[in-house]
């Protein structure tokens, strides 16, 4: 039960306070005059107040309701570390004991992985415990974790302490890698450096040393030790091996003791792009297809053209006087000897041998493509006659020989069996045009002999070799059997896939890892990855795939285009993916190689200090003991060695309330008019 003295009023409170208002000021007015009466009139006043503001006797019957403890425990990935997972459930049981021992009740909730690789929401997780109950009754918060809270500035208003109790061992220690910067494009053949940093934290071994392994590995292939220093930034130079995608794999071995290796790893992805693309095209002699090749090659901003056209051959005789003719001379020394492995791609557009180029620079232009260079022949009449560039010494590779025939006869251009898998060729519309017309004729070919090993992507008149494609040691070269392409372009009968063919094939023999025939490639989209294998033999094997936490399984590859194959996969955690069929591997990182939870493992107060000392709280580790609970004054100190605090909220539920008049209304209504008439009579006789 529980007493007090309330006020009840008969009136609004306006209402008594205009009529106070009013005798007070007869009051104030009796007493100017000097009346003998004034006092009584005072008393009358007051009377009349209280009778109005009817003071009573106010009696609850009230519940009392226990206190509430809020838990939150973190059961995110970082807690499955060493034992803390074991140190949790039995810190928890300890706290729900001591907890029912002190009569309070206790709302648990646990704190997973955040979305995204958000970490551990633990304030996030508070917050809606402290939604969920009345403020009133909230006596404390606890959380039981590591430290590693991801939205520690963000901790609710709390009412009551809140206290940190610390998963995690005083010996613990781990290593990891960091990368403080990588740039995620560069130029090839450049030099740039990427800065990482090898950290040790918490109770290193003192036998470890100043020194560590870090292996690299470029596009999952042979890795590569170096020996590096501890605890200070390195500043790597790297050259990009290819353009594309580039898929770097940091890795440190596993030291003994450390608490995980997943912070062991990172992956830098850096896309190669080439600064400019240098190529050289050499035209024999002017034809209505040489601006096809001209606009094709100028249209991109990133490609640096060298263009001669052969007018007038050394041995051509018309009569025309040299000093008449406004001609520049073929800089054949600068271009085929002291520059020719400046350039990315030579074309030599309906070239014949006429004296211009000597044989030790066609010589030059074999070694430029056994080095690692691109050659493309685009043939005319010119490569079935006595002079073909293929009776040079860039018949040792070329993929091709001439049968010195020309068709001139109309035939429609048809991709091959082989070409239907090759990614120059895969995947061209059948139709052309708004109305999907088949592709236009082209009337003129070379008939020609593809030489073993080559690959014949297209085929012409009665299935001649139309484009031969072929591997020269590091280089590529192609051959297209026909100058009438420009067909394609000009719209005849419908016009082509020109554009489209000629891009694939300039990028095809530049090396572009996009266009390999043979190449193993994941990409993400989300959680969902996906592999593909493209091959121009048979099905490939089964796809090995070897999972952030080492585990190993096996997918089938399903054939889902002519020399494509495909197999997808759901993440189920964050890090990097491996994949292996054959010979052939493939890397991805699904989010970051080392998801938030594992970038730092060991546990730590600082991150919950700031909120801790907001709200009077502290923090014990785990490993130290059960801490006792205690009730403690608000504003006091509220944890110390061996106990934590809980500020006692005295919360009750209301379950009866009566009124009683102290003094019934009317007896002060009565007293109020006998004193007004007392005044009265004593000014009367006044």
Known sequence: MAREIVLDPMLPWWLIAAVAGLG???????????????????????????????????????????????????????????????????????LLAEA?????????????????????????ALDGLLAEVPRDRVAGAVLVSDGRVHDAALAPDLPAPLHLLRTGRAADWDRRLVIRNAPAFAILDEEFTITLRIEDEGAVPAGLGPMADIVLAVDGGQPRTYRVPVGEDLELPI????????????RLPEAPGELTDRNNAQIVQINGVRDRLRVLLVSGEPHPGQRTWRNLLKSDAAVDLVHFTILRPPGKQDGVPVTELSLI??????????????????????????GILPSIYLDNVRAYVE?????????????????SIYRSPLADILPAAPTARVIDAPFLPAISELGEKHPVTEGLPDGFGEDGAPWGRWFRQVEVEALPGAQVAMTGDEDQPLLVLDRVKAGRVAL???DHVWLWDRGVEGGGPQAELLRRLAHWLMG?????????????????ITVTRRTLEGPPGPLAVTAPDGTETELALEEEAPGRFKARLVGAEQGLYRFREGERTAVIGLGPAAPREFERTIATDAEMAPALEATGGG??????????????????????????????RGAYLTADVRLLSLVPPWLFLLLAAGLATLAWLREGRG
């Open 329 to 354: 001379a073929f800089p054949t020394r600068e271009l085929f000897s002291e520059k020719i492995d400046e350039f990315d791609l030579i074309i030599f557009d309906r070239y014949q041998r006429r």
């Open 480 to 482: 297209l059997g026909s």
């Open 239 to 250: 050259v990009l091996p290819h353009g594309g995608l580039n898929v770097m794999e940091f």
């Open 512 to 528: 572009e890892p996009e266009l390999e025939e043979e190449a193993l490639t994941a990409s993400a989209l989300g959680q969902e």
């Open 100 to 124: 029912e021992r002190e009569g309070l009740d206790v709302r648990v909730a646990p704190v997973g992985d955040g979305e995204g690789d958000a970490g551990t929401l633990a304030m996030a």
């Open 619 to 648: 923090a014990l580790a785990v490993e130290a003991g059960a801490p006792d609970l205690r009730a403690v004054r608000a504003g006091g100190t509220a944890a110390g060695r061996g106990w934590l605090g809980y500020v006692p």
């Open 24 to 94: 007070l000021l007869s009051v104030a007015l009796a007493a100017w005059r000097r009346l003998p009466g004034w006092w009584l009139r005072g008393l009358a006043v007051a009377a009349l107040g209280l009778a109005l503001a009817d003071p009573s006797l106010k009696t609850e019957a009230r519940e009392p309701l226990t206190d509430i403890l809020l838990v939150a425990v973190d059961r995110s990935a970082s807690q499955t570390l060493s034992d803390r997972g074991a140190q949790t459930d039995a810190a928890l049981a300890d």
């Open 371 to 387: 080095g690692g260079g691109a050659l493309l022949i685009a043939a005319g009449p010119d490569y079935a006659t006595a002079d």
